[in-house]
């Protein structure tokens, strides 16, 4: 991506933005005790999840002074591990808070959610009248997964089980990681959740 084109991302003007206080996912994070950001519908590692993510105004505000909008290619962002490119990345804009699946079978939701457990919190809400059964509790569980349950046609979900808070205990940060970030602040940018002017 051309220094030109992030600036025109940085630029991209707002358009219905997104709240944690509205929508399923915002009030799934609401529930869980989640801040931050929600970037609905995205498709991340083939999978169709909602991210939630804090954002950093100082780091903002700083990438839009500097021109640095995101970036999205993962082998521009595998470079700046090599030594001569860490001076001259630009700061994470966005930390990921949690990621969230929904549907109807609880089978489905939880393998788009477990995927993200080195990345973040993770929930799966599920739409259905009846209670999760105890294999999708115990699975969940397991992989610290919260569980989340949503009538249909109601758009109130509502916590069955808590799950991790954070992401696994092995994980660490890495260039994976910060290309997803990357993403989401992409995402935020495109959907008009922050804009050029939302800084501090």
Not at 27 to 33: F, I, N, S, Y
Not at 71 to 80: E, N, Q
């Amino acid at each position: 991506m051309t220094n030109s084109d992030q600036l025109c991302l940085l630029g991209t003007p707002p358009s219905s933005p997104v709240s944690p206080e509205g929508g399923v996912t915002g009030r799934a994070a609401a529930a869980l005790g989640w801040d931050g950001a929600v970037a609905d519908d995205m498709t991340l590692f083939g999978q169709r999840v909602a991210v939630v993510a804090k954002v950093d105004r100082h780091a903002h505000q700083q990438r839009v002074v500097s021109g640095w909008g995101p970036v999205t290619d993962r082998m521009s962002v595998a470079l700046w591990e090599w030594p001569e490119h860490q001076a001259v990345m630009p700061p994470s804009a966005v930390a990921l808070r949690g990621v969230v699946a929904r549907g109807t079978r609880w089978q489905r939701t939880l393998a788009a959610a477990g995927g993200f457990v080195g990345f973040c919190s993770t929930a799966i809400v599920v739409e259905q009248n009846h209670q999760p059964n105890q294999h999708c509790l115990m699975t969940a569980h397991m992989y610290g997964v919260a569980v989340l349950r949503m009538k249909p046609n109601e758009g109130v979900p509502v916590v069955v089980q808590a799950g991790r808070n954070g992401p696994v205990d092995t994980a660490r940060p890495s260039l994976l990681s910060r290309w997803v970030e990357e993403l989401v602040y992409a995402h935020l940018l495109d959907r008009g959740v922050i804009t050029a002017s939302t800084v501090e």
